[in-house]
């Protein structure tokens, strides 16, 4: 007893001197320490992961109207186990990773050439975004119409709950964000592959089924591969009951559509709603652009959550939930984020040299946003001033159209 009583001692005195981070000259929240240089906070001497810690300065105080309770609103993809396939990957973000998240969940997904994600169809609606290569979508309705169409970079597509559909990679390397109205999509009864189905079903029923001999589902695989080699499908679709085109048509190509009016001068918005995308009832998105030093103004969405996916650059935003409660979080490239329903925030981009861009998610058929500027600037000048204790010019010359992405000043 006594041995193992030193040999613990040991150990911990060991691992206490191995993790000790070393104190960078300043020893602020620049160096990763919870120091504000106004005698507040003390470096750590324990264990701590000094990389993040100095990727997520606001994580250690930094901002001094963060207050309360705020649950974790961030994950990365980093963060997420990844499943590697013949032809590809995939990893998640769902509930049981950002149980904020209960409206959405997501994935990022990598098809080589030819490579399939085979077919299958969810109880869930399914919206993806290209932001890599260029991949052939196909998609059959209830109604025994179809649509088989390439997606480039930037283009969108939308799976309505219950559609049957396949994706299948076109270049040497595609890479896509996937997005499903429901964070809890790894649930049992959410997705539901052919192959599967098919080498769970009596061959006789099969036969009996598609008209063919018992042998010829012999070679169906089992356990289905999720994602398969292939090489790539020239056949040309008829028959049935026709294309889909149009308003019912599943795909959005954004060389079709213009970017949104954006009055701040701080970049570039696109909006993807059921108003220019009218099959997607029940996934809305804007494709942002923020310059260097911008900030998306103060808001918040009167109709949903919001999600988020950075795809380049970094920079940081404070959640307010009402009741003093804020915090603030940094995000970078391959973060995903989550702000709570009716919840206000701003996002800024902290480089000073690299544009931040990011996809907004919400679980509506419409993006709807309201402005605190606009509201204090349509509201009687004499009770904003009243409330907020500032001159009454102020208040009558506030902005009283939306600026949206605000320029760096």
């Not at 990727?55 to 207050?67: C, E, H, I, M, V």
């Not at 398969?228 to 079709?256: E, I, P, Q, R």
């Not at 650059?313 to 404070?318: D, E, I, L, M, V």
Request: with cysteine; glycine share 10%.
């Amino acid at each position: 007893m006594r041995v193992l009583q030193i040999s613990s001692l040991l150990l911990a005195a060991c691992g206490a001197r191995s993790s000790v981070i070393e104190r960078q000259n300043g020893g602020g929240f620049e160096d990763g320490q919870p120091i504000d240089g106004n005698g507040k906070g003390a470096p750590f001497s324990g264990a701590t992961n000094h990389a993040l810690d100095l990727q997520n300065p606001d994580n250690l105080g930094q901002q001094s109207t963060d207050n309360g309770v705020v649950p974790n609103a961030k994950w990365s993809f980093s963060d997420s186990k990844t499943r590697i396939l013949r032809g590809g990957w995939v990893r998640e973000q769902v509930v049981t990773d950002l149980p904020t998240s209960k409206e959405i969940a997501a994935a990022q997904q990598h098809l080589t050439k030819g490579s399939i994600r085979e077919l299958h169809w969810h109880r869930v609606a399914e919206w993806g975004y290209v932001y890599a290569g260029s991949i052939l979508v196909s998609g059959v309705d209830q109604n025994g119409q179809y649509e088989v169409t390439k997606l480039d970079e930037g283009d969108i597509w939308y799976f309505p709950k219950g559609i049957a559909h396949t994706v299948q990679g076109l270049e040497d390397e595609n890479e896509f964000l996937l997005v499903f109205d429901d964070g809890d999509f790894d649930a049992v009864g959410t997705t539901f592959n052919v192959d599967d189905w098919i080498t769970h079903t009596p061959k006789s029923v099969l036969a009996k089924n598609f008209g063919l001999p018992e042998d010829v589902f012999g070679s169906v695989p089992s356990p289905n591969p999720y994602i398969l080699n292939a090489t790539v499908d020239n056949h040309n679709v008829t028959g049935g009951n026709g294309a889909l085109t149009g308003n019912a048509s599943f795909a959005y190509y954004s060389k079709d559509h213009p970017l949104e009016k954006v009055p701040g001068g701080g970049g570039t918005l696109r909006i993807v709603d059921s108003t220019t995308f009218p099959i997607a009832t029940t996934v809305a998105a804007t494709v942002v652009t923020l310059q260097p030093g911008a900030l998306r103004e103060l808001h918040w969405h009167p109709n949903a959550e919001e999600w988020l996916y950075f795809h380049k650059g970094q920079g940081r935003a404070t959640v307010f939930l009402g009741n003093s409660a804020a915090r603030t979080f940094d995000f970078r490239a391959g973060d995903t984020g989550v702000f709570p329903d009716n919840s206000g925030h701003y996002i800024e981009n902290t480089s000073d040299t690299e544009e931040l861009v990011w996809i907004e998610i919400y679980k509506s058929d419409r993006v709807e946003d309201i402005s605190l500027t606009q509201w204090l600037a349509l509201t009687p000048a004499g009770i904003v001033a009243s409330t907020l204790k500032i001159p009454l010019e102020v208040a009558e010359n506030l902005q009283k159209e939306k600026q949206i992405l605000i320029k760096n000043r």
